[in-house]
């Protein structure tokens, strides 16, 4: 049974920067697309970005395009989020999430449901 952890979230002054890890266990990562999601407090859970699983394929939501990079290392069965220029509404719970499946652009993979996995989520406060 897959398993995922994130870490790497805390308190981040606007325009900083952190990286999120969604480290893997209990099966290798090689066949599954890693999606990351996030929720704001009194939001709906947003699909902000997806690599496939070779990692030729990525995916970004407006928001967090050229601000976020995705990428993975699946020696290490770890996917990461590099997050900079952080703003104040980047503030949230970010998780990661597997599917057996493709990550290409556009918002449909994105959604939530198509995934199977999921970690329990690293806090991301973005404060002065």
């Known amino acids: 049974q897959l398993q995922l952890v994130e870490s790497g979230g805390g308190l981040v002054q606007p325009g900083g920067s952190l990286r999120l890890s969604c480290a893997a266990s209990g099966s290798t990562l090689d066949y599954y697309a890693i999606g990351w999601f996030r929720q704001a407090p009194g939001k709906e859970r947003e699909g902000i970005s997806c690599?496939?699983?070779?990692?030729?394929?990525?995916n970004y939501v407006d928001s967090v395009k050229g601000r976020f990079t995705i990428s993975r290392d699946n020696a290490k069965n770890t996917v990461y989020l590099q997050m900079n220029s952080l703003k104040a509404e980047d503030t949230a719970v970010y998780y990661c999430?597997?599917?057996?499946?493709?990550?290409?652009?556009?918002?449909?993979?994105?959604?939530?449901?198509?995934?199977?996995?999921w970690g329990q989520g690293t806090q991301v406060t973005v404060s002065s």
């Open positions: 999430a597997a599917r057996k499946g493709p990550c290409y652009g556009g918002s449909y993979y994105l959604r939530g449901p198509l995934y199977n996995y």
């Open positions: 690599i496939s699983s070779s990692g030729g394929s990525t």
